[in-house]
């Protein structure tokens, strides 16, 4: 059974880090193309970043470009999200999914809190 386990998210001031984790089972992450996704109340879900199946492409929302990267470690299969410099405007619930630039699984995890305030 697929299941995505997000966690990392917390409470920063603006200007600070923080990096989310996604424990995957149910498929091998080196296999598959991952993507990073986050929503506020009464949005869509918007992707956050993007990694290939081979991890040589990494795509990222505009306006996370330069502030954020996305990986993973096989052997824990697990992917990561690190973000810095992070804006009030970041605050969200954050999602992991397969696929590059949309979903492709029909499940998702609970999500990780992120709160940007001072």
């Known amino acids: 059974q697929v299941q995505f386990v997000e966690s990392g998210g917390g409470l920063v001031q603006p200007g600070g880090s923080l990096r989310l984790s996604c424990a995957v089972s149910?498929?091998?992450?080196?296999?598959?193309?991952m993507s990073w996704y986050r929503q506020v109340p009464g949005n869509e879900r918007e992707l956050v970043a993007g990694?290939?199946?081979?991890?040589?492409?990494?795509n990222y929302a505009d306006s996370m470009k330069g502030r954020c990267t996305i990986s993973r470690d096989n052997a824990k299969n697990t992917v990561y999200l690190q973000m810095n410099s992070l804006k009030p405007e970041d605050t969200a619930v954050y999602y992991c999914?397969?696929?590059?630039?949309?979903?492709?699984?029909?499940?998702w995890g609970q999500g990780t809190q992120v709160t940007v305030s001072s």
């Open positions: 149910g498929f091998t992450v080196m296999s598959s193309a």
């Open positions: 999914n397969r696929g590059y630039v949309s979903p492709s699984s029909g499940y």
């Open positions: 990694i290939s199946s081979g991890g040589s492409l990494r």
